[in-house]
Structures are given as C-alpha cells and as structure tokens.
C-alpha cells in the first residue's frame, strides 16, 4: 500500500473506532476538524482511486468491499447486528464493474 491508502486507511479506521463522535448535524466536521463540505473534486478522485484498489493483502477484494465488511454493520431478523456481508450477486458484481455502471434495481432475487 501506499503511504496515501495507509493515512487514508487508518484515519477512516480511526474515525469510525469505539468511540468516535459522529459529525453534528449541519457542521459538516469530521472528529478532526476536517470540512467535508469543502473536499475538492480531486480530493473525491483520489479516494475513489484509493477505494478501488485490489491490494494482495485483501485476496483480489477491493479496498472498499473491505472496509465496508469492517466498518458496516445491519440488524439481522432476529435482532442482533453483525457485519455487513456482500452476497454472491453483489461479489461477482464488484469483481466484474467498470468506472461506470448502470445498475437496475432488482425485483426480487433467488
């Protein structure tokens, strides 16, 4: 990885670790201080470009499709929350798209 994914990566982490405070409706500030509002198209490319990345470490998965099993979390039907785990449809999905996709919402799948 590079210096610019591991800065990224960690303070993504960082921010979304026990205890973090969540941004105050209608300031825009991330725990640092930072103004999301002000991010730059180019601040926006270059973490597209580091979330798209396919890193040995992560056996072919993107670095988005990590983080989002790390960092996400949805209630089960029984109640508990657990990690967000991306079915078949949506793996073969991410392994397969391109910079622009056109995704058609599914009736109902399986």
Not at 2 to 24: D, I, K, L, Q
Not at 25 to 37: I, N, V
Not at 51 to 73: F, H, I, Y
Not at 74 to 98: I, S, Y
């Amino acid at each position: 990885m590079e210096t610019s994914e591991v800065n990224a990566g960690n303070r993504v982490t960082e921010m979304a670790g026990a205890g973090a405070a969540a941004p105050v409706e209608g300031e825009g500030l991330d725990r640092e201080g930072l103004k999301l509002d002000e991010l730059t198209p180019e601040d926006l490319a270059e973490w597209g470009r580091i979330l798209d990345r396919r890193p040995k470490s992560l056996g072919g998965q993107t670095v988005a499709m990590a983080m989002a099993e790390r960092l996400l979390r949805v209630r089960t039907r029984e109640g508990w929350t657990a990690p967000l785990q991306a079915n078949a449809v949506q793996q073969a999905f991410e392994r397969r798209r391109g910079e622009r996709n056109i995704v058609l919402k599914a009736r109902q799948m399986g």
